[in-house]
C-alpha cells in the first residue's frame, strides 16, 4: 500500500539514540517531525497528544524506552535494571485507556529480564540488552504496521465499488505509524478504484477527524466531506451511510469497545438506521483481563480543550464547569463486528 507522508509518523534513527515523531497538534496546518530524547519529552508529547492514537502510543513508548536506555551510560547492571524500571513505569502513566501502552510496554520488559538472566555483570552485558531492546522496539513497530495490512484486507472485502464510509477521530496512518486500522480498507479501495466516498465526524474537542482523519484522506485523494459530530444523524437518515469503520484503544474480553469519546453515540445512531458498524483493530488491543468494557479506566481531560484551545477567545464564560471525558464504552451488542489481522469476529 502507497504511504503519503515523507517517513512514518514516529521512528527511531538507526543508531537507536533519538525518536522522531510527526507532530500531530500542528496538523493540517504544518507537517514537522520533532526529535525527542529524553523520556520526559517523551511523556509529554504523548499527554499533550503530539503522538496519539492507541497504537502509535505504544510504538512510540517501546522505541522511546529503548532510546532512553541506548542514551543511558553505565557499567552496572543494577543500575541499568533500576532506569529501565523507572522509564518503563514512568511511560506507563502517560495514558490510561489504550491497552497497547501497557502491553508493548511489558513485552519490553520481559525482552530486558530474558537477555538479562543470561548475561554477565558488566558493559558487554549492558550493550548487549540495549541492541534486544531496539530491536525488540523495532519489531513491535513493524508487526503492527504488518498487522495493519491484513485488518486493510479484511475490511476492504466488505466494500463495494462507489461505497460511502462514515469514520470517527482518527484511525489511520498517524494513529499507528503507517496505513493504520479504521483508514486502512479505505486507503485500500481508493488504490483499486472503488472511489470511496467518506464522512469524516470532526471529533470534539480535539478534533482529531477534522485535522488529521480529513488531512491524510485528502492526502490519498480520497473524496472526504467533513462534518460535525451532532450531523451523524441527518446525515445517515438522509445520505447514503453503507458502514462505519471506527478504531479502538481497548477491546474488553465481553467485546465491548473504548474508543474515542463521542464513538457509542455513533454506534447507537447506526442501530437506529441499520448502519453496518465494524471496530478495526490489532488482536493485541484485546484486552482479556477486563471483562467488560466498564472495567476500563477512562482518562479525563483538562477542561480548557472543550472551552478554549481550538477557539481564539473562550467558547464559554470564564469559570464553566467542565466534563472532559476522553473515551466512551460501545456495548459489543452495538458492534457488527470486530476486525483484527486474523479476520472478522462479532
Ligand atoms: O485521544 P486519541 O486521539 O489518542 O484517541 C484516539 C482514538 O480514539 C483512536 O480511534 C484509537 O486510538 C484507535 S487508533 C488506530
Redesign the pocket.
Known amino acids: 500500500m502507497k504511504s503519503f507522508f515523507e517517513k512514518d509518523a514516529v521512528e527511531l534513527t538507526p543508531d537507536g539514540k533519538e525518536l522522531v515523531i510527526l507532530d500531530?497538534t500542528l496538523l493540517p496546518n504544518q507537517e514537522k517531525y520533532i526529535t525527542i530524547t529524553t523520556a520526559e519529552q517523551l511523556f509529554y508529547a504523548i499527554t499533550l497528544?503530539k503522538v496519539?492514537?492507541?497504537?502509535?502510543?505504544g510504538i512510540s513508548a517501546a522505541l522511546g524506552l529503548a532510546m532512553c536506555m541506548n542514551r543511558f551510560e553505565t557499567n552496572d547492571l543494577r543500575v541499568f535494571e533500576s532506569e529501565f524500571l523507572r522509564v518503563k513505569r514512568y511511560l506507563a502513566i502517560s495514558?490510561p485507556?489504550?491497552v497497547d501502552l501497557f502491553t508493548d510496554l511489558n513485552r519490553m520488559e520481559s525482552c530486558f529480564y530474558e537477555q538479562m538472566s543470561c548475561a554477565e555483570d558488566g558493559a558487554g552485558a549492558i550493550s548487549l540488552i540495549k541492541e534486544r531492546l531496539t530491536a525488540e522496539a523495532r519489531n513491535i513497530k513493524l508487526e503492527k504496521i504488518r498487522t495493519c495490512l491484513a485488518i486493510a484486507e479484511y475490511g476492504f472485502s466488505l466494500l463495494k465499488p462507489g461505497v460511502t464510509i462514515m469514520t470517527?477521530?482518527?484511525?489511520?496512518y498517524l494513529?499507528?505509524s503507517r496505513y493504520?486500522?479504521?483508514l486502512s480498507p479505505i486507503f485500500l479501495a481508493q488504490e483499486n478504484g472503488y472511489m470511496p466516498k467518506v464522512y469524516a465526524c470532526e471529533?470534539r474537542p480535539?478534533l482529531?477527524g477534522a485535522r488529521l482523519t480529513s488531512y491524510e484522506l485528502g492526502k490519498a485523494g480520497v473524496d472526504v466531506t467533513l462534518i460535525c459530530d451532532n450531523m451523524a444523524s441527518i446525515v445517515m437518515s438522509r445520505k447514503k451511510v453503507d458502514i462505519i469503520f471506527?478504531?479502538?484503544?481497548t477491546v474488553a474480553a465481553n467485546g465491548d469497545v473504548i474508543?474515542?469519546v463521542g464513538?457509542s453515540g455513533l454506534a447507537i445512531l447506526a442501530q437506529h438506521y441499520g448502519v453496518p458498524f465494524y471496530v478495526?483493530?490489532p488482536s493485541q488491543?484485546i484486552d482479556k483481563d477486563r471483562p467488560t468494557g466498564y472495567d476500563v479506566k477512562i482518562?479525563e481531560r483538562p477542561g480548557y480543550e472543550v472551552t478554549e484551545m481550538y477557539y481564539e477567545k473562550p467558547s464559554a464564560p470564564v469559570g464553566t464547569k467542565v466534563y472532559n471525558p476522553?473515551?466512551d464504552v460501545t456495548p459489543n451488542a452495538l458492534i457488527t463486528g470486530i476486525i483484527t489481522e486474523n479476520g472478522i469476529s462479532k
Open positions: 500531530q497528544l496519539r492514537g492507541s497504537h502509535a502510543i495514558r485507556s489504550a470517527y477521530c482518527n484511525a489511520g494513529a499507528v493504520g486500522t479504521a471529533t480535539l482529531q471506527v478504531g479502538a484503544d474508543n474515542k464513538t478495526l483493530c488491543t482518562e476522553a473515551f
